[in-house]
């Protein structure tokens, strides 16, 4: 990718290497290596993970078992912001569920050293998050924090619950998904319809959804 030998991304790198290797968690995919390549290009070489989104894993669970792998995955971010690094793009397709049923969160300190200075961002209009599951903030270009993480956890509780979106479901675009954060009210989980990606027993769990998340 251009610009991935710039002092700026080498200088992250250098530290999200460092970050990584002081996380050891169950549910977090270990960094195994990290250098550059004959051309001077960073990389980081991760445990290898076989398993399926969380967003899949979850279709024809009831809501205790849909919980159950929501809290490894809540255990892994908790334990990495306790080391002081946040992820910035919490999203289905990083975290795996393997045939056991464990968690592996994916690609963290990935974005971050990615992530290009603000003015340089806004030039290109390129920022290393995923719309559907950003929060404010990162959609506003605004510094993130662990929040910035919660956000996202929030967001995605929400799909594993509900098989939906809770705004921007009609989004075509990037864009039109990053505005749907900025602009639209969530859709109060009680008051969606029975769908086939939804947890078993709905009508029981839209009762107790009643007052929402």
Same mark, same amino acid.
């Given at each position: ?8 991304? /080498? ?15 169950? @549910?977090?995919?270990?960094?195994? =290596?990290?250098?550059?390549?004959? =051309? ?9 993970? @076989?398993?399926?989104?969380? =967003? ?18 809540? %255990?892994? *971010?908790? +334990?990495? @912001?306790? +080391? /002081?690094? !946040? +992820?910035? %793009?919490? #999203?289905?397709?990083?975290?795996? *569920? %393997?045939?056991?049923?464990?968690? #592996?969160? $994916? =690609? ?8 290009? %200075?603000?003015?340089?961002?806004? +030039? ?7 719309? @559907? ?5 990162? !959609? ?16 995605? $509780? ?33 008051? $969606? ?15 107790? $959804?009643?007052?929402?998340?």
């Amino acid at each position: 990718k251009r610009g991935m030998d710039t002092e700026a991304v /080498l200088a992250r790198f250098a530290q999200e290497q460092q970050a990584l290797a002081r996380l050891s968690h169950p @549910h977090i995919a270990r960094l195994l =290596d990290a250098g550059r390549t004959a =051309d001077g290009l960073p990389y980081f070489v991760m445990e290898r993970v @076989h398993g399926r989104p969380i =967003d899949q894993a979850c279709e024809g669970l009831a809501l205790e078992a849909r919980l159950a792998l929501f809290l490894q995955l809540a %255990d892994a *971010v908790a +334990h990495a @912001h306790r +080391h /002081l690094l !946040v +992820h910035r %793009d919490l #999203k289905p397709a990083n975290v795996l *569920v %393997d045939a056991d049923g464990q968690v #592996k969160l $994916l =690609d963290f300190g990935i974005a971050k050293a990615l992530q290009e %200075d603000a003015a340089e961002a806004t +030039h290109t209009g390129q920022r290393a998050f995923t719309p @559907h599951y950003a929060s404010p903030e990162q !959609v506003r270009g605004e510094p993130v924090s662990t929040a910035t993480d919660l956000y996202s956890l929030g967001v995605l $509780l929400y799909v594993m619950l509900t098989g939906q979106r809770p705004y921007g479901r009609t989004a075509g675009s990037a864009i039109e998904a990053a505005r749907a954060v900025l602009e639209e009210e969530p859709t109060r989980p009680s008051s $969606l319809s029975p769908g086939p990606q939804m947890a078993a027993g709905w009508v029981a769990t839209r009762k107790r $959804l009643q007052g929402d998340l």
